[in-house]
T-cell receptor, first 113, second 114 residues
Framework: DQQVKQNSPSLSVQEGRISILNCDYT??????FLWYKKYPAEGPTFLIS?????DKNEDGRFTVFLNKSAKHLSLHIVPSQPGDSAVYFC????????????FGTGTRLQVTL | DTGVSQDPRHKITKRGQNVTFRCDPI?????LYWYRQTLGQGPEFLTY????????KSRLLSDRFSAERPKGSFSTLEIQRTEQGDSAMYLC????????????FGPGTRLTVT
């Protein structure tokens, strides 16, 4: 079963606008969430994370929001830049165990000029 | 900090052959993870080491797969009697361990079994 879901396979946004990527999870034992960016032929690059004790974490242009009751998180990128074009993966872990990551299937973001 | 490195970057092998991949984690990281990624999917967890101890293995890791981390530094992942279904990107990640949950990934080894 897919415990972490990214229901939008792709998203196109104009440069300068906000990109919003969404992620849903089903396992209530997850207590730490991460976003990774991936370019072709490279490994995933860590972007930003959030603990379940928070509902928001910000780092520069990137903000992650967590809604525990809805089991939903989102990544906001503002302003979007052409270099942000990549595949974005949402991942979740249970820090009480091995902290292995469970990934979604990814959302391909295209930032257009 | 040179990041996580993996070798080789690409491997083409014939079905039935054995292959071995190497991962060098970030030097002060005591946790090391292996994941596998196929087209259109996110990475899937295979196994995890804390120092030299292999603490968890996924049910995806059949008995043809074996991983080691002999001195708690680099790790190897061996696949015996490869099958076409083993074709994937094999990713290694490392993390600092307790109180730090971010994992840092290497560039991956792309395996093609013909």
């Amino acid at each position: 079963d897919q415990q972490v879901k990214q229901n939008s396979p792709s998203l196109s946004v104009q440069e300068g606008r906000i990109s919003i990527l969404n992620c849903d999870y089903t396992n209530s034992m997850f207590d730490y969430f991460l976003w990774y960016k991936k370019y072709p032929a490279e490994g995933p690059t860590f972007l930003i994370s959030i603990s379940s004790i928070k509902d928001k974490n910000e780092d520069g242009r990137f903000t992650v929001f967590l809604n525990k009751s809805a089991k939903h998180l989102s990544l906001h990128i503002v302003p979007s830049q052409p270099g942000d074009s990549a595949v974005y993966f949402c991942a979740a872990s249970n820090t009480g165990t091995a902290s292995k990551l469970t990934f979604g299937t990814g959302t391909r973001l295209q930032v257009t000029l | 900090d040179t990041g996580v490195s993996q070798d080789p970057r690409h491997k083409i092998t014939k079905r039935g052959q054995n292959v071995t991949f190497r991962c060098d984690p970030i030097s002060e990281h005591n946790r090391l993870y292996w994941y596998r990624q196929t087209l259109g999917q996110g990475p899937e967890f295979l196994t995890y080491f804390q120092n030299e101890a292999q603490l968890e293995k996924s049910r995806l890791l059949s008995d043809r797969f074996s991983a080691e981390r002999p001195k708690g530094s680099f790790s190897t992942l061996e696949i015996q009697r490869t099958e076409q279904g083993d074709s994937a990107m094999y990713l290694c990640a490392s993390s600092l361990g307790t109180s730090s949950y971010e994992q840092y990934f290497g560039p991956g080894t792309r395996l093609t079994v013909t």
